[in-house]
């Protein structure tokens, strides 16, 4: 079992940056790390993947705004978000593929994006 904790999640204005962690609960080979996020009302959708060799895909609408970055050594994820838009308010949850039938999930953390 591999419990992920996210942390770093609030309430920023528009224009502004936060940074969030999700470190998992021991030390394990994790193929890809993710983060998803799910705003009211709307399904869970994936916004950043990073896989244990460093490669990256992004949700088009993050595109140039949104870094992910991992400590392997660490086994953590990290999500650089800049020039923040109201649209990006959500519960940003941590994800963990470990193989192709075994993955595990945050809990979420909250970002509000409001004047």
């Known amino acids: 079992q591999v419990q992920l904790v996210e942390s770093g999640g609030g309430l920023v204005q528009p224009g502004g940056s936060l940074r969030l962690s999700c470190a998992a609960s021991r030390s394990t080979f994790i193929y890809a790390m993710r983060w998803y996020r799910q705003a009211p009302g709307k399904q869970r959708d994936l916004v950043a993947h990073i896989n244990s060799g460093g490669i990256t895909t992004y949700a088009d609408s993050v595109k140039g705004r949104f870094t992910i970055s991992r400590d392997n050594a660490k086994n953590a994820v990290y999500l650089q978000m800049n020039s923040l838009k109201p649209e990006d308010t959500a519960v940003y949850y941590c994800?963990?593929?470990?193989?192709?039938?075994?993955?595990?999930w945050g809990k979420g953390t909250l970002v509000t994006v409001s004047s």
């Open positions: 994800n963990a593929v470990i193989s192709p039938a075994l993955e595990y």
